[in-house]
């Protein structure tokens, strides 16, 4: 396991780097740029396509095929509808999230000019106990239900437009990451940063210690998996393994957790390749790595826009566990860390199918379907017999 052992200080650095540069959907070439440095540091090659999306290439003994690991720096955000009568912002969300958990939050507002930028909180339109009493609890949720305060003197439409501000600025909700002396990581946006963090993590694992991959292998980082648009680009027919990094589900009724490696059975474009999973199953058991099944219902990953996009390649998805998804984040050291090590055991081993996946396509005999993946027929019915 010494080969595998991962630079935590390093982890969090990179962490907390991530969690404090803003990335909403559609407005994420800051970070772009900061992972794009760090694997640089690391020396990898990188590309970036027209459409932002970044990949880094571990060389490996054959490139013939290969694979890759994919996650997502984009995060859920907000963008401006209406610069409102009362001084106020409205705002729709961008990604699926729920206007409960932005609440509260502390914003920042991007605007064309980018020598500003302004600052703000997200509250109820009944935000004072003391002049709307009970009726604060009973107003209704949903994000016409709320409104951006901002920290200046603005009282009118015409106040909000002086400064600037127009429909379609992206609005950022606040990270302010924290990580508890014992370990807990408390921070928006831990979807799906701390995913990005421990692939730069493991990446930094293998490149200390040159160890010699078995075939090729790309770290593709997206920028719209939160609409839905993640890894729809950037990788070719030669990638015959895909591995999405995103969090887990930790919440009642799911198994995964925070302290372990997650592997996703199923999620709701369905179940994910029976083959890779187990083999991704197979190494965390081999090599001592706790680990979670897990199915989940609502959620969609970057292997789905992959496929649809009409990538021939299997997919997995393995997850750090992360409490109150999409709201009040918090997930552990141990769990980012140890998808960090899953992910330096996985990219130093061989191909599911090593000699079957040297081509997109293959024929039907030569692929051993008996000896993985048995499906005994159901015995004939006999109609039974009467006294």
Known sequence: MDRFEIDEEYLRDVLMELLRTPSPSGRTDAVMQIIGDRLAELGLPVQLTRRGV?????????????????????????????????????????????????EGAHVTVFIDDLTRIYTGTVLPLKSSGHNFGDSVDTQGVGWHQVEIRLDEPV??????????????????????????????????????????????????????????????????????????????????????????????VVSAGQESREDTVNVGMLDSTGPFDYHLTRRLISLCEENGLPYRRDVYRFYRSDAAPAIESGME???????????????????????????????????????????????????????????????????????????
């Not at 998805?317 to 997930?331: K, P």
Request: charged fraction near 25%; charge should be negative; aromatic fraction near 4%.
């Open 54 to 102: 970044l990949r880094a290439t571990l060389a490996g003994e054959s490139d013939e095929t290969s694979r890759a690991v994919v996650v997502h720096a984009d995060t859920i955000g907000c963008m401006v509808k209406r610069l409102k009568s009362n001084g106020r912002l409205e705002v729709v969300p961008i990604g699926t999230h729920s206007a409960r958990f932005a």
């Open 155 to 248: 009282e009118s439409r015409a106040d909000v437009a002086e400064l600037g501000i127009e429909v379609g600025d992206f609005v950022a909700l606040d990270a302010a990451p924290q990580i508890t002396p014992n370990g807990y990581i408390k921070s928006r946006h831990l979807d799906d940063k701390a995913g990005v963090a421990a692939c730069l993590a493991a990446v930094k694992a293998l490149a200390d210690r040159g160890l010699a991959l078995p075939v090729t292998a790309y770290l593709l980082v997206t920028i719209g998996e939160e609409v839905g648009m993640g890894a729809t680009h950037g990788l070719d027919d030669r990638v015959a393994e895909l591995v999405a990094v995103d969090n887990a």
């Open 313 to 387: 390649c299997r997919t997995a998805l393995i997850g750090f566990g992360v409490e109150s998804s999409h709201g009040h984040e918090r997930t552990h050291i141990d769990g980012v860390r140890r998808i960090a090590e899953l992910l330096t055991i996985y990219l130093s081993s061989p191909l599911t199918f090593s000699e079957w996946d040297e081509g997109p396509t293959g024929s039907l005999e030569d692929f051993p379907s008996h000896s993985v993946q048995p499906a005994e027929p159901e015995p004939e019915h006999t109609p039974g017999r009467h006294g």
